[in-house]
Each structure stands twice: as C-alpha cells, then as structure tokens.
T-cell receptor
Framework: GAGVSQSPSNKVTEKGKDVELRCDPI?????LYWYRQSLGQGLEFLIY????????KSGLPSDRFSAERTGGSVSTLTIQRTQQEDSAVYLC????????????FGPGTRLLVL | GDSVTQMEGPVTLSEEAFLTINCTYT??????LFWYVQYPGEGLQLLLK?????DKGSNKGFEATYRKETTSFHLEKGSVQVSDSAVYFC????????????????FGGGTRLMVKP
C-alpha cells in the first residue's frame, strides 16, 4: 500500500515568512511523529500525535513551531517567522500504534530559509 | 536522558569486505533498538530491529544483536556490496513524556558507508 507522503518535497522561503509542511500517514496508522534532520543537530524528535492529540510539545524548538492533526490522519507542521536556523529536512513518520511499533518514514520536506 | 552513540564515518570498504558499525546506547528501562538506512536521495528505511535483550535482528544480510550487558547494538554484514553504500542510523525507542506517551526515536549521528568496487 501507499507509504507516508509529505509535501512539498522542497521549500525555499525568505526569512520571516511562515511555512506549512504537510504529512499524510499510512492509512490506519494512529500514531504520527515529526522529526528534523539538520547538519548541526542530526536527527531530532519534535512532536508526536496519538489520534488528533499531541500530549507533549516540549520537543518543538521554539514557540514559532506548531503542529496539528485533523481527522486522525493528515498533519501540518507550521513554522512562523522562519529563521535561517530552521533550514533542515523535516521528516514525518507513522506507526500503527504508539507502543514499540515500528515507525515508517516519509521522504521528508527539505526547507531552505534564505 | 537517552542517547545513542555510533562510530563516525565515513567508513570506506571494498566490495565483499566485512562490515561492523558500532552502536552503544544509554537509556532507562528497556528500549527497542533499530537500524535505519538512508540511501542517497531517499528517505529513512527500517533495516532491522530488536525489542528485547539477546534478540537478533536481521535483514538483507545485515544483522545486529541486542546486548544489554554492554548496551550495544552493533551492525554487521559479512560481505558488503556497492549497493550498500548509504548512511546508517542506530536508534532506540523510548517513551516520550506524558501519561499516554508515544515512543520517540532517539538517533545516533549516522555513519556513512562507502563501498568501492
């Protein structure tokens, strides 16, 4: 079946603009995760959803970052007033459930902030 | 907090050579352990996993054994191929905060493997 999809695949924006990154998880997967892959920080966890709920937002780098999930499916990661240090590949993953389930990753969105 | 340490690369090998990529971890409780692979221009793919001590994960000729006593999960392959050239990430799955906690993955820094014909 279809895997995790993300859009856009690439995004170039100017410093100070807002961006929205979208993730479509594998159908039927209730858990959804966002990670960031950058040169300086490696792969870091940002936030997870169980259904539409995000119990812990402490992994988000700053209050400019927010995420939501609707209908237990699509998730959007929004970055307001982008900064150059936000440049990274943003990865989404999903799993059938939360506990110890394998996470399947999407291809990522490569964000470049000029 | 939880952490994963893996050998820095790049690792350069000739085709058919033996591969070992070391991975050690620090975690509370009993995490699950994973190796993910990222081929050039592609996303992260699960290579193998182990969920408890002494389990051996294996796939595509790669294998790794969950060693609780040495907190290690070293990746091995007996004979590498050019097509194995990629970046390999060791990761552990541990509970995120919250009563209904999800399992966040903590990754090592990645090891780039280059296999020459």
């Amino acid at each position: 079946g279809a895997g995790v999809s993300q859009s856009p695949s690439n995004k170039v924006t100017e410093k100070g603009k807002d961006v929205e990154l979208r993730c479509d998880p594998i159908s039927g997967h209730t858990a959804l995760y966002w990670y960031r892959q950058s040169l300086g920080q490696g792969l870091e966890f940002l936030i997870y959803f169980q259904g539409n709920s995000a119990p812990d937002k402490s992994g988000l780098p700053s209050d400019r970052f927010s995420a939501e999930r609707t209908g237990g499916s699509v998730s959007t990661l929004t970055i307001q007033r982008t900064q150059q240090e936000d440049s990274a590949v943003y990865l989404c993953a999903s799993s059938w459930r939360l506990a110890r389930e394998t996470q399947y990753f999407g291809p990522g969105t490569r964000l470049l902030v000029l | 907090g939880d952490s994963v340490t893996q050998m820095e690369g790049p690792v350069t090998l000739s085709e058919e050579a033996f591969l070992t990529i070391n991975c050690t971890y620090t975690a509370t409780g009993y995490p699950s352990l994973f190796w993910y692979v990222q081929y050039p221009g592609e996303g992260l793919q699960l290579l193998l996993k182990a969920t408890k001590a002494d389990d051996k994960g294996s796939n595509k000729g790669f294998e790794a054994t969950y060693r609780k006593e040495t907190t290690s999960f070293h990746l091995e392959k007996g004979s590498v191929q050019v097509s194995d050239s990629a970046v390999y990430f060791c990761a552990l799955s541990a509970r995120a905060a919250g009563n209904n906690a999800g399992n966040m993955l903590t990754f090592g820094g990645g090891t780039r493997l280059m296999v020459k014909p």
